[in-house]
């Protein structure tokens, strides 16, 4: 099975600055034919977890653009731009290229 | 708009069998592969299982933990997607949740929550 591994745990955070969530696989997400089988999800308190980022960089539908995704192969980052409240919660990133689906253990992110 | 409901949730003892039912709305079930996702209360996430779509026969795959206990199925007519869970243990206690496998897992329902214990 493919072992996702987030960072860092916990991450406090100050409304209005920047905020970054690492997540690395112990193989490749590359695919052959170019797409990183990499999804970033946010579970907000009480909540389902919504989809945030699918293939490695693209935003879901309705996801605002302070959220951005990056990286290739085994390297992977969530960034938002500028933290507001709403942005509480537990991130989890997760894998698709092959079965079983594997997911981060999450980072959860709360206001300082 | 697309939704995803679960239901049939519930205490259990060990051993016992549980059904679940997703009753899918605003898109075509069928055209879709569907997956299911667990979480243990208070820990992360933990997928289940998945049927692929009709296009691929409906094939479908589960993880280690469940493989032979627990079993997939659809009925394209109600638009729903069901969970079979059987020999039930203490570890399957969780909030289960029906997902749309679109474009990474895009469309969640709210859970429903199955506590297995005597």
């Known amino acids: 099975d493919i072992v996702m591994t987030q960072s860092p745990f916990s991450l406090p955070v100050t409304p209005g600055e920047p905020a970054s969530i690492s997540c690395r696989s112990s193989?490749?997400?590359?695919?052959?034919?170019?797409?990183?089988?990499l999804n970033w999800f946010l579970q907000r308190p009480g909540q389902s977890p919504q989809l945030l980022i699918y293939?490695?960089?693209n935003r879901a539908s309705g996801v605002p653009d302070r959220f951005s995704g990056s990286g290739s192969g085994t390297d992977f980052t969530l960034k938002i731009s500028r933290v507001e409240a709403e942005d509480v919660g537990v991130y989890y990133c997760?894998?698709?290229?092959?079965?079983?689906?594997?997911f981060g253990q999450g980072t959860k992110v709360e206001i300082k | 708009e697309v939704q995803l409901v679960e239901s049939g949730g519930g205490l259990v003892q060990p051993g016992g069998s549980l059904r679940l039912s997703c009753a899918a709305s605003?898109?075509?079930?069928?055209?879709?592969?569907m997956d299911w996702v667990r979480q243990p209360p208070g820990k992360g996430l933990e997928w289940v299982g998945r049927?692929?779509?009709?296009?691929?026969?409906?094939?479908?795959e589960y993880a280690a933990s469940v493989q032979g206990r627990f079993t997939i199925s659809r009925d394209d007519s109600k638009n729903s997607l069901y969970l079979q869970m059987n020999s039930l243990k203490t570890e399957d206690t969780a909030v289960y949740y029906c997902?749309?496998?679109?474009?990474?897992?895009?469309?969640w329902g709210q859970g429903t929550l199955v506590t297995v214990s005597s």
């Open positions: 997902v749309r496998a679109a474009a990474g897992l895009d469309a």
């Open positions: 605003g898109f075509t079930l069928s055209d879709h592969y």
């Open positions: 049927s692929r779509n009709k296009v691929n026969s409906y094939i479908t």
């Open positions: 193989q490749s997400l590359l695919h052959s034919n170019g797409r990183n089988y």
């Open positions: 293939s490695g960089s």
């Open positions: 997760m894998q698709t290229l092959q079965l079983p689906r594997t």
